[in-house]
């Protein structure tokens, strides 16, 4: 085990700095030397310079498409998204939904939602063996979301799902699950916002008759769920108190070295600088000592990597091919379940997939569960539509890699530029997308088509297929398909009998 020195480089000062400073040194002896980070000996090291040395392992490039649950204790109110930060709030209507149902936070807060959750319908390997039919090669469990709940059986952290809620090590038996469909597994993290997006919890109303009463997480029985006040400007998604930092490496660390997952997220940039730079390369390492000093478990973040990891973009999906392999990360509705939400169509889910690998990209999409752990019918009906979808086309899909370019349309799009939490792509037949295996093309339409199909970049004048076509079949349909390789475009026959689903593929093979 090698320590990576972390210099400090915030200026404490008055009381609450006097506080940090003895709670950083704390958590500093914890490892036995002050001021350094406990990391697993191996290639890396906690700098830029030895990180870009990763190389995203051939699994993950393979794997294409993930299923996420992001699940836990803030589904309990069927009220969707941040919940335990909603219902502090008061102009909000989180806060509003959980005075009429469970009283006044200052008196029934968050901490009296967590044994609320008992995940009594939860049936993981059923859920797990539908995955794997719908086509996810790999799955993520929530290891912990803002609300500072973790759902593995911590030793570091009491709030946890083994303690209280379920009673259940929710991260271990996702993981079982997912190994025995043959799936490989990984976990979220979200602890590392969480310092300043749940201090809400300390504050109270600012009018009316509970005016000035401080809401539960002010009391400091309950600071180990809260978090101690932050700073005045303690403002940011990540904290900027060394306190907090250390105590997440911390944590997560645990969830690391406990569980030995294949793939880390941090719904953030990479967190912390120096501090999340050791973390990497801890969990980089202590792969890497299973594996004869090769690293295949994948680390991905909200910022560009360069290689040192896998850039991660939330609801949105980049708008070329990217050099380096990274991931959507999407919900097929709300992230935590909201009664009456409306999920995307499994044309819709289909489309992102094929447009997100065209470019070099994996999509990791969150399957709501209801917070007793079920899906409902509509949720079934997506992912067996999914699934057939997958079981026809996936050669197109999985093991491929981009080809030359990603894609063509016809019609120039007036959207600008796409980015995180922009979703209405509105596909169509004219939007062509490309993979390749092993000298083949797949071209995938995203739209039913209308007429011919007339493909601009395999035109024998183009460019860019270098040689003759010697055959092209439709991914799951047996009906012989009439086409000509023009000089201006490769001219496809609208098939008699097209399949059921909107995203239809064609296999293209080269000629000798």
Not at 135 to 157: I, P, Q
Not at 196 to 219: E, K, R
Not at 310 to 328: C, F, H, I, N
Request: proline share 5%; glycine share 10%.
């Amino acid at each position: 085990m090698r320590t990576n020195y972390y210099p400090m480089k915030r200026n404490l000062t008055g009381h609450h700095g006097i506080l940090c400073l003895l709670l950083l040194f704390a958590q500093f002896s914890l490892y036995g030397q002050k001021g350094k980070l406990p990391v697993s000996d191996g290639p890396f090291t906690a700098t830029d310079q030895s990180l870009v040395k990763y190389k995203c392992p051939d699994w993950f490039r393979d794997a294409k498409f993930g299923i996420w649950a992001h699940w836990g204790p803030q589904a309990v109110p069927r009220q969707g998204d941040w919940y335990a930060r909603r219902m502090y709030e008061q102009k909000d209507p989180a806060y509003k939904y959980h005075l009429e149902h469970y009283g006044h936070p200052s008196v029934f807060g968050y901490k009296d939602i967590i044994p609320l959750w008992k995940a009594e319908k939860w049936d993981p390997e059923k859920l797990m063996a539908l995955y794997r039919k719908a086509g996810a090669k790999y799955f993520v469990s929530m290891g912990t979301h803002h609300d500072d709940f973790f759902l593995w059986d911590s030793k570091v952290h009491r709030w946890n799902s083994v303690n209280m809620g379920p009673h259940k090590d929710v991260v271990g038996i996702w993981k079982k699950a997912a190994q025995a469909q043959g799936l490989r597994f990984g976990v979220s993290e979200h602890l590392g916002a969480s310092f300043t997006w749940f201090q809400g919890a300390h504050g109270s109303d600012t009018d009316g008759p509970m005016a000035g009463v401080p809401y539960d997480g002010a009391n400091p029985a309950n600071s180990d769920l809260y978090h101690q006040p932050a700073m005045p400007d303690d403002k940011g998604w990540l904290t900027n108190n060394l306190v907090f930092q250390i105590e997440w490496f911390k944590c997560i660390k645990e969830l690391i070295d406990n569980y030995h997952p294949d793939l880390l997220y941090s719904d953030s940039q990479m967190p912390f600088e120096d501090v999340g730079r050791n973390l990497i390369a801890h969990f980089y390492n202590q792969d890497a000592v299973k594996g004869n000093g090769v690293t295949s478990v994948v680390y991905t973040c909200k910022q560009p990597s360069g290689g040192k990891w896998v850039e991660d973009v939330e609801r949105g999906v980049k708008d070329s091919l990217d050099a380096y392999p990274w991931q959507t990360d999407t919900s097929i509705g709300d992230w935590y379940y909201r009664t009456g939400q409306k999920y995307k169509s499994s044309d819709e889910v289909i489309q992102m997939l094929v447009d997100i690998v065209s470019k070099n990209g994996n999509l990791l999409l969150n399957v709501v569960q209801t917070p007793e752990g079920d899906l409902e019918p509509d949720m079934l009906a997506i992912l067996g539509e999914i699934g057939a979808w997958t079981e026809a086309n996936g050669e197109g899909i999985y093991g491929t890699r981009p080809w030359k370019v990603y894609g063509e349309s016809r019609e120039i799009r007036q959207s600008g530029k796409r980015a995180r939490f922009d979703e209405n792509y509105s596909f169509g037949p004219d939007d062509i997308r490309f993979t390749t295996k092993n000298g083949v093309i797949y071209a995938f339409c995203l739209g039913k088509p209308e007429g011919d199909i007339l493909i601009r970049s395999l035109g024998r004048n183009s460019g860019l297929s270098g040689q003759k076509i010697a055959s092209v079949t439709l991914l799951g349909s047996s009906e012989k398909i009439k086409w000509v390789q023009g000089k201006e475009n490769l001219a496809i026959r609208k098939p008699s009998r097209l399949p059921g689903w909107k995203v239809i593929g064609f296999k293209i093979e080269p000629g000798k």
